[in-house]
């Protein structure tokens, strides 16, 4: 079986940091992804930790600790566009990937 | 961009009757997904697909559901004998390897009355 956890919501102002915490149990691990996702719209790929530490891609920085099972997404100067749900998504085998129920970022002006 | 294009976007059937969601997943890639969602619910797995056949699948994915690459562009998937609680978003994914980075379609919403 699988748990992975994320907090339901979270707001920022326009400019400011946000840092999004995943925690996981899976049987296995083969990867954790960060996927974007508008309201009514397709998941759209952020970033991938497969190795432990820091990838960072612009904006938007994720962390991996594979012993703590536990992975954050950070996003960086907030824009209202970050308006979105961000799923935390681990691959246990080689196909599936189990999605956290997203969190909910809301940025204000 | 590639992308991946799901159609139709907006599908209602009756209850009971069966209905074709198609994919054509980004025109490299060999791995093939199908995900659901259920309103308000988080993104669920349902099956893989590789060299023409199925890697691997959920639970949920039982003989309701199958899929098939009829050709060498579209992926679909059957739902047989649809219930009300099959109404879901269904979202088509595929990647280049078979741990590769998974882009996703912008789904079907299927509505079963």
């Known amino acids: 079986g699988q748990n992975i956890d994320q907090p339901t919501e979270m707001t920022a102002t326009e400019g400011a940091i946000v840092q999004i915490n995943c925690t996981y149990q899976?049987?296995?691990?083969?990867?954790l992804f960060w996927y974007q996702q508008h309201a009514g719209e397709a998941p759209t790929f952020l970033s991938y930790n497969v190795l432990d530490g820091l990838e960072e891609k612009g904006r938007f920085s994720s962390f991996l600790s594979r012993s703590k099972g536990y992975s954050y997404l950070l996003l960086k100067e907030l824009q209202m566009k970050d308006s979105a749900s961000y799923l935390c998504a681990v691959r246990e085998g080689d196909y599936k990937l189990s999605f956290g129920a997203g969190t909910t970022v809301t940025v204000r002006a | 961009e590639p992308e991946v294009t799901q159609t139709p976007s907006h599908q209602v059937t009756q209850m009971g009757q069966e209905v074709i969601l198609r994919c054509v997943p980004i025109s490299n890639h060999l791995y093939f997904y199908w995900y659901r969602q259920i309103l308000g619910q988080k993104v669920e797995f349902l099956v893989s697909f590789y060299n023409n056949e199925i890697s691997e699948k959920s639970e949920i994915f039982d003989d309701q559901f199958s899929v098939e690459r009829p050709d060498g562009s579209n992926f679909t998937l059957k739902i047989r004998s649809t219930k009300l609680e099959d109404s879901a978003m269904y979202f088509c994914a595929s990647s280049g390897q078979g741990l590769g980075i998974q882009y996703f379609g912008a789904g079907t919403r299927l509505s079963v009355l």
């Open positions: 899976t049987s296995g691990f083969n990867g």
